[in-house]
């Protein structure tokens, strides 16, 4: 792996940033009963990594999910709840490439 | 080349001016805007072909530097005081991004109290941001630093910003006679700057990236790096200064004569011409005084400035700031490299606080004083009140070293390890 000078690399890195290796011990589980479609929880996720199209729809990607909890705490019909970690975190990457390390990451 | 009778401030001008920086971008702040407002004549003119940019702020201000130094190109801004203070965030964040950007300091003293006049406190406090910090003693320096600053900050194995510093109203406001190169001169010595990387909408990139714990360390590590380089970069680039403009050039620092004092003043910035009368005053009554003159400040030159003062057996460090609660930041640096067994003891000194002068009365104050002192106050009123403390000098500052000395029997030993 390479550290550029001036940290300088090619855009995308936020989505090789796995933020989802940042969660502790607790993620959103979208129980999909009471779903208004309301998108609050989208709205509010610092991440932007909660998607749904329509009720009961709603997800949250955990490769990214820091796990703050924040979807829950704002959904007015209490239909998402934090559950314990199952495991599984995605692994943490390094940012830093050259390009063709970068490219190499882009496509696998 | 050109003899011209100028003001600092428009010496920097017009040094600025023939590095044809294609951005400029600065927030007027006194003792500086001279500098600014005399290249924004130049644009306005179109004797000029730069893009200045008024900025809201001089954390913008540098901000705009930072942006269009990432597209590749020279750039300049200009501040003092509080502005570069607040320059400080993006100063780190324009080293850490690798971007040759140059600035001049016109230093002036930090609030509070409010004061316009001159110190080195405002470049002083930002030692650790990434930046070289070239100290002018004259406006020819400060001048003549700009094209070194621009050479070496764009040099590849250096990529960081570089700062003249020049002291305010003392040579910023000052009338000296000053050599202006021609832009054929300029040229042969300056190179175009090439970046490295460059912000592109055909090739998108991202600079300065999110690092973590696993990487971030290493890039600390290059930027270290890079200033250790710059040592060489500025050694290399103060030959060629002085080949192809025929005057001398002490990127580094100036030995004046030094061979063989017993007593070196070492300083920063305009008071060392000062320094140097009273070593001649005094060498004509045979005493061996001697100055040395630190213009690289960031980088430090350990090794030069070891071998400037490793035979002299008493240094004094004058300095226009203090790192509160510690001693003279440049006293500090100067003490890291004499530390041994018989090596001079190094004395720190703080005078020229907010426009307060420097003359040959506050050196020999400094001489006078026998006490292995860190950060005595030079000149300070004995006739003024100090509310709760009675008055300034009846409690003279304790040394840190004195307590370390007591307990080490004889001064030869090696008296700066404490």
């Known amino acids: 792996m390479k550290v550029t000078t001036g940290a300088v690399g090619l855009p995308g890195t936020s989505r090789q940033n796995k933020t989802g290796s940042w969660r502790i011990n607790q993620r959103p589980h979208f129980l999909h009963i009471r779903c208004t479609a309301c998108d609050l929880c989208a709205l509010c996720c610092p991440e932007g990594c909660i998607y749904g199209n329509g009720r009961n729809t709603y997800y949250s990607d955990y490769e990214y999910c820091k796990g703050c909890g924040n979807c829950a705490a704002v959904c007015p019909v209490d239909d998402i709840e934090m559950e314990p970690e199952k495991g599984g975190l995605p692994e943490g990457v390094f940012v830093f490439y050259d390009e063709e390390e970068f490219r190499h990451m882009s496509t696998a | 080349?050109?003899?011209?009778?100028?003001?600092?401030?428009?010496?920097?001008?017009?040094?600025?001016?023939?590095?044809?920086?294609?951005?400029?971008?600065?927030?007027?702040?006194?003792?500086?805007?001279?500098?600014?407002?005399?290249?924004?004549?130049?644009?306005?003119?179109?004797?000029?072909?730069?893009?200045?940019?008024?900025?809201?702020?001089?954390?913008?201000?540098?901000?705009?530097?930072?942006?269009?130094?990432?597209?590749?190109?020279?750039?300049?801004?200009?501040?003092?005081?509080?502005?570069?203070?607040?320059?400080?965030?993006?100063?780190?964040?324009?080293?850490?991004?690798?971007?040759?950007?140059?600035?001049?300091?016109?230093?002036?003293?930090?609030?509070?109290?409010?004061?316009?006049?001159?110190?080195?406190?405002?470049?002083?406090?930002?030692?650790?941001?990434?930046?070289?910090?070239?100290?002018?003693?004259?406006?020819?320096?400060?001048?003549?630093?700009?094209?070194?600053?621009?050479?070496?900050?764009?040099?590849?194995?250096?990529?960081?910003?570089?700062?003249?510093?020049?002291?305010?109203?003392?040579?910023?406001?000052?009338?000296?006679?000053?050599?202006?190169?021609?832009?054929?001169?300029?040229?042969?010595?300056?190179?175009?700057?090439?970046?490295?990387?460059?912000?592109?909408?055909e090739e998108p990139r991202t600079f300065g990236m999110y690092a973590n714990p696993e990487v971030y360390t290493e890039a600390r590590y290059m930027l270290q790096r890079a200033m250790e380089e710059a040592v060489t970069a500025i050694q290399e680039a103060s030959h060629n200064f002085e080949l192809i403009f025929s005057r001398p050039m002490p990127g580094i620092l100036e030995e004046y004569r030094t061979e063989d004092a017993t007593t070196v003043i070492l300083g920063m910035g305009s008071l060392v011409s000062v320094a140097k009368d009273v070593a001649d005053e005094l060498r004509g009554q045979g005493e061996k005084v001697g100055v040395v003159k630190l213009v690289s400040y960031r980088p430090f030159p350990k090794e030069m400035v070891y071998e400037a003062l490793k035979g002299a057996s008493d240094v004094l460090v004058l300095e226009k700031g203090i790192s509160l609660g510690s001693a003279g930041p440049l006293l500090l640096d100067v003490r890291s490299v004499l530390h041994g067994p018989h090596q001079p003891r190094v004395r720190g000194f703080v005078c020229g606080l907010g426009g307060r002068d420097v003359t040959r009365q506050t050196i020999k104050a400094a001489l006078a004083e026998k006490e292995l002192v860190d950060a005595r106050f030079l000149d300070l009123k004995a006739d003024l009140e100090l509310e709760g403390m009675g008055q300034a000098n009846r409690d003279r500052q304790p040394a840190l070293a004195r307590g370390a000395r007591r307990k080490r029997a004889p001064r030869k030993e090696g008296i700066n390890s404490a």
């Open chain 2, 1 to 201: 080349m050109v003899r011209k009778m100028l003001e600092g401030s428009q010496a920097v001008a017009q040094a600025v001016a023939l590095c044809r920086p294609a951005v400029i971008c600065a927030y007027p702040i006194t003792p500086q805007t001279h500098i600014v407002a005399e290249l924004a004549d130049m644009v306005a003119s179109g004797e000029l072909k730069s893009v200045y940019v008024n900025a809201d702020s001089e954390h913008s201000a540098a901000s705009v530097c930072l942006g269009a130094s990432a597209t590749g190109v020279r750039t300049f801004t200009s501040t003092s005081s509080q502005g570069l203070l607040l320059m400080g965030e993006v100063l780190f964040n324009i080293a850490g991004m690798r971007l040759p950007v140059v600035l001049s300091c016109v230093n002036r003293a930090v609030s509070a109290p409010l004061n316009i006049w001159n110190d080195q406190q405002d470049s002083l406090s930002l030692r650790d941001s990434g930046t070289i910090q070239l100290y002018a003693e004259n406006n020819q320096e400060a001048a003549d630093l700009i094209y070194l600053a621009y050479r070496v900050a764009e040099d590849h194995r250096v990529l960081l910003p570089a700062m003249v510093c020049l002291d305010g109203y003392i040579l910023s406001h000052a009338w000296e006679a000053v050599e202006i190169p021609t832009p054929k001169e300029v040229d042969a010595f300056l190179p175009p700057y090439s970046p490295l990387y460059k912000l592109d909408p």
